[in-house]
């Protein structure tokens, strides 16, 4: 009874050697299938620079609109600096024309000081 | 040497604005009905500058006018009844005001209307290098403090800034 076993057992065990051409085949049919999927795939999805130029391209528009609005700031932050300025001016220029005239013609109740 | 750098840098910063607007006086705010409120330091002068059209001509004679300042300050309150500042307020400018740095070129008081109108200069050697404009009347106070070198002739310059120009000076009336 054992030796039955141990010698069906060493039939299956037993090399055997692949017929002709099998690797070949099998390699062949691995690269078909992958070809297979890859074609199943969005055009978008089976090259890996697609997603590396969306990167970039996400990159570029983020900077460009810091950039913008890094501009706007400026800009908004200049108006203001330029109107203040006028503001300013206008406001020293009235007192000091106001102290001028007071100065040039003093009224009753004013004194010099 | 690092902190000696670090030192005269702040310094200087503190040095570009002639007088400090002491507490009370920014607390005048909160009485105001009006404020304005003027804090521009050299780089917002310089800012400023390029937002300054060379084609309207009051903005050209402000582009020239700040073009070598390093400051302009302006404080300025309107109150909606007299006494919402005292006297004690407007000392706290004067004792900043000393000679021999500082001295008054004029000096108004009204007692009838209660206005008060000074006007100081910074002179080093020949050249004006400040000016601060104290006019005070009963709802209004404004305390103006410009710093940098000011050319006599802008102070009349200034007159075309929607008033005539200064008598006796360039392009002012004449006696």
Request: hydrophobic content about 45%; overall charge positive; proline content about 5%.
């Amino acid at each position: 009874m054992m030796d039955r076993l141990e010698e069906e057992l060493r039939r299956a065990l037993t090399r055997k050697e692949p017929p002709e051409g099998f690797t070949d085949r099998v390699l062949a049919a691995a690269r078909a299938h992958t070809a297979a999927r890859e074609r199943r795939l969005p055009w978008w999805r089976r090259s890996r620079l697609v997603p590396a130029a969306a990167v970039c391209l996400l990159l570029l528009a983020a900077g460009i609109a810091l950039d913008r609005h890094r501009r706007r700031e400026v800009l908004a932050r200049g108006e203001a600096a330029s109107q203040q300025v006028i503001t300013a001016l206008r406001i020293t220029a009235a007192k000091l024309q106001m102290v001028q005239a007071r100065v040039s013609r003093p009224a009753e109740g004013n004194n010099r000081i | 040497m690092k902190t000696i750098a670090m030192l005269s840098l702040l310094a200087l910063g503190l040095c570009a604005q002639d007088i400090k607007f002491p507490v009370n006086i920014e607390k005048l705010a909160a009485k105001a009905v009006e404020t304005v409120d003027v804090t521009l330091d050299s780089t917002m002068l310089q800012l400023a500058s390029r937002f300054l059209s060379d084609k309207k001509q009051e903005e050209a004679e402000a582009r020239r006018i700040i073009s070598g300042l390093q400051g302009i300050y302006v404080r300025s309150f309107e109150f909606n009844k007299p006494g919402e500042y005292s006297p004690a307020d407007l000392e706290s400018i004067r004792t900043q005001l000393k000679a021999p740095l500082w001295s008054r070129v004029a000096g108004v008081r009204s007692t009838q209307e209660g206005e008060i109108a000074e006007v100081y200069m910074k002179k080093e050697g020949d050249r004006i290098t400040g000016l601060v404009v104290i006019a005070a009347e009963p709802q209004e106070l404004t305390i103006v403090n410009i710093v940098g070198p000011i050319n006599p002739e802008d102070l009349g310059r200034l007159g075309q800034f929607g008033i005539p120009p200064l008598a006796g000076q360039p392009g002012g009336e004449k006696k």
